[in-house]
T-cell receptor
Framework: KQEVTQIPAALSVPEGENLVLNCSFT??????LQWFRQDPGKGLTSLLL?????REQTSGRLNASLDKSSGRSTLYIAASQPGDSATYLC??????????FGQGTTLQVKP | DVKVTQSSRYLVKRTGEKVFLECVQD?????MFWYRQDPGLGLRLIYF???????EKGDIPEGYSVSREKKERFSLILESASTNQTSMYLC??????????FGQGTRLTVV
């Protein structure tokens, strides 16, 4: 059974810092790995999707990497801003399309 | 852009009531999901549907059922609501291998 873990559970950084969020998964036979953002009381917004054959994906200040062999993915946020404050979740998907989520990292970026 | 719409943002129901949560997507996605989200427990999959009339139990199906009679609509049914089903419920849809899109969430309170 796939299990997804995110460390740390919470993170507070000053504005402008570069930061890395971590995601690990137990079953390397994933189809893809997605990163989501969730603002308080809202639904999830998809940020990046990495297919199993890919190593990384980039969107603006966000870069996500995937290492299937070690069961890890990282989300790198460059030059963080207060507007980046949110909860970030990763989810691993098998070939059925089912998404298994980590518990998320709550990020606070202080002005 | 894909739109996933949940029928209610907030619901208050009484213990023992039969509760219907509706979710509609407008992009012909074959996969649809129902999750519940609780503090400290993250997102847990209740049910998953990969086609019309096809469903698969997630991690916590007890006390819930689902219906998917049309491709665009996926309903979650609480057969007899209980206070431990008070939670945020999130619906999502996807094409296999591609990004998942979430609704805005329904915060259900059972009193």
């Amino acid at each position: 059974k796939q299990e997804v873990t995110q460390i740390p559970a919470a993170l507070s950084v000053p504005e402008g810092e570069n930061l890395v969020l971590n995601c690990s998964f137990t079953d390397s036979a994933i189809y893809n790995l997605q990163w989501f953002r969730q603002d308080p009381g809202k639904g999830l917004t998809s940020l990046l999707l990495i297919q199993s054959s890919q190593r990384e994906q980039t969107s603006g200040r966000l870069n996500a990497s995937l290492d299937k062999s070690s069961g890890r993915s990282t989300l790198y946020i460059a030059a963080s801003q207060p507007g980046d404050s949110a909860t970030y979740l990763c989810a691993a998907s098998g070939n059925t399309g089912k998404l298994i989520f980590g518990q998320g990292t709550t990020l606070q970026v202080k002005p | 852009d894909v739109k996933v719409t949940q029928s209610s943002r907030y619901l208050v129901k009484r213990t023992g009531e039969k509760v219907f949560l509706e979710c509609v997507q407008d992009m012909d996605h074959e996969n649809m999901f129902w999750y519940r989200q609780d503090p400290g427990l993250g997102l847990r999959l209740i049910y998953f549907s990969y086609d019309v009339k096809m469903k698969e139990k997630g991690d916590i199906p007890e006390g819930y059922s689902v219906s998917r009679e049309k491709k665009e609509r996926f309903s979650l049914i609480l057969e007899s609501a209980s206070t431990n089903q008070t939670s945020m419920y999130l619906c999502a849809s996807s094409l296999s291998g591609l990004r998942a899109f979430f609704g805005q969430g329904t915060r259900l309170t059972v009193v």
